[in-house]
């Protein structure tokens, strides 16, 4: 079976409840999903029909009692149904926005433009420019160094409310 995860997005910034949405291309096809990040998972099962290209989708509540201590989680969907010891298998690493910011609910985006920082950003969403590491941490495929940011990048600024 052939896998494709369309959502979510390498990287996308997820909540509690991850929305799991893709193509597969098999027999039969039955599908696991995984949430992990190497200290705990979660898991529940979607099918992508049989015999040509069929849509799957799935939604995975991580319950609140997961015992998640990194920020960044792995999607990982295995076509179970393809048997042998090394089933097709896809995944995607995403951000878990409850780890980032206690209480996420959704994050904005933000344009960067001249002249801005991280931590100016951090006064302006959030009323305090030492928060500034959260939004680093929200976009840590971008920035590496919180003192470099760049005119035109799109940055996620998690929300709590």
């Given at each position: 079976?052939?896998?494709?995860?369309?959502?979510?997005?390498?990287?996308?910034?997820?909540?509690?409840?991850?929305?799991?949405?893709?193509?597969?291309?098999?027999?039969?096809g039955h599908l696991t999903i995984r949430i992990s990040e190497g200290h705990d998972e979660v898991t529940a099962a979607a099918t992508a029909g049989s015999l040509s290209i069929r849509q799957f989708q799935a939604a995975v509540?991580?319950?609140?009692?997961?015992?998640?201590?990194?920020?960044r989680l792995f999607v990982t969907v295995t076509d179970d149904s393809a048997g042998g010891p090394n089933p097709p298998t896809v995944t995607v690493p995403v951000l878990y926005g409850?780890?980032?910011?206690?209480?996420?609910?959704?994050?904005?985006?933000?344009?960067?433009?001249g002249g801005e920082t991280l931590s100016a950003l951090a006064n302006r969403y959030y009323e305090d420019?030492?928060?500034?590491?959260?939004?680093q941490a929200a976009n840590q495929q971008l920035i590496a160094d919180p003192n470099l940011i760049f005119p035109g990048q799109l940055l996620r600024i998690p929300r709590d409310f």
């Open positions: 079976m052939n896998i494709e995860i369309l959502q979510p997005k390498a990287f996308d910034l997820v909540g509690s409840r991850i929305l799991i949405a893709g193509n597969a291309v098999g027999f039969e509540d991580i319950p609140p009692d997961a015992a998640f201590t990194l920020s409850p780890m980032i910011l206690p209480g996420y609910v959704g994050y904005w985006e933000h344009t960067v433009v420019s030492s928060k500034y590491p959260v939004i």
